[in-house]
């Protein structure tokens, strides 16, 4: 029997987001806090006989071309070695579409996953050639440490990636509201807003790292995309405001929504907050990694 590589793919949040206008290559700048929290996907990836890259999912049918496809095609060109087909099966606890980076981070668990099965250690020059051609938040994940951990200060397009020390003291209660929201489709509504106000000014990653450190408390971190999209989406508008009404330290959206979040430093009132909530949302307890 082949041999069976396993790897977890942990969910990001953005501690702030914020997103200035479009530039002219068709992205947008940003200045964020990345930090991995103990939601995963699993990865099971098994050398086949075919050249290619095969994906099973638990939950749903993925296309053709998909994120893993595409880190594994990217994998094949940057490492310059002899890379065996595999097949992935993908067990999906990350919400798609939910603001949490799982397609990205699956794609930098295969990555991870692949340098075990070729035997190879790749530059951090070269993973992050293979994240320019999978996607802007797979910089990040590349830049974790090689469980796929971590956290960072994330600007440019998402590809300046600065590790810092993480906090380890948080608790997130995540609530997965009842809708998808598409990256394509929340930087328009972005692009919108930003239209209609003044120009977007950054903190700067230095004050953001600051804050981070301060007590939760008095955090004044913002996510561009949670005034756009909580003005189309109520269900959004309201999770914000039950986070907050059951005593959350801090609420925000994480990425390009839909999934917002409250911030505890004790893990007993997180889990106070969600015996509140669980009635009414889909939600899960997580604890920053």
Known sequence: MLNVTYEKAYAKVNFGLNVFSERGDGFHNIESIFQTVDLYDELMVSEIADNRCVVECDTFKLPEKNTLTNSYEAFCQVSMVKVPG??????????????????????????RALQKI???????SQLNQIAEKTGSDVFFFMNCDDEGKGCALVS???EVVK????RTDLFLLLIFPELSSSTKEAYALVDEYLMKKDKVKGLGLLELEDIYRSDVK????????TPALSKKYKEIDAALMDLKKVGSEYVEMTGSGSTVFGVYTLEQQAISSYNLLAEFWNCKIARVV
């Open 118 to 124: 070729c035997g190879i250690k790749l530059s951090a």
């Open 218 to 225: 008095t955090w004044n971190l913002v996510n561009t995309f």
């Open 86 to 111: 595999v097949k992935v099966v993908l067990k999906k606890m990350i919400p798609s579409g939910g603001g949490l980076g799982g397609g990205s981070a699956d794609a930098a668990a295969l990555v």
């Open 163 to 166: 590790r810092i020390v993480p």
């Open 156 to 158: 440019g397009r998402g």
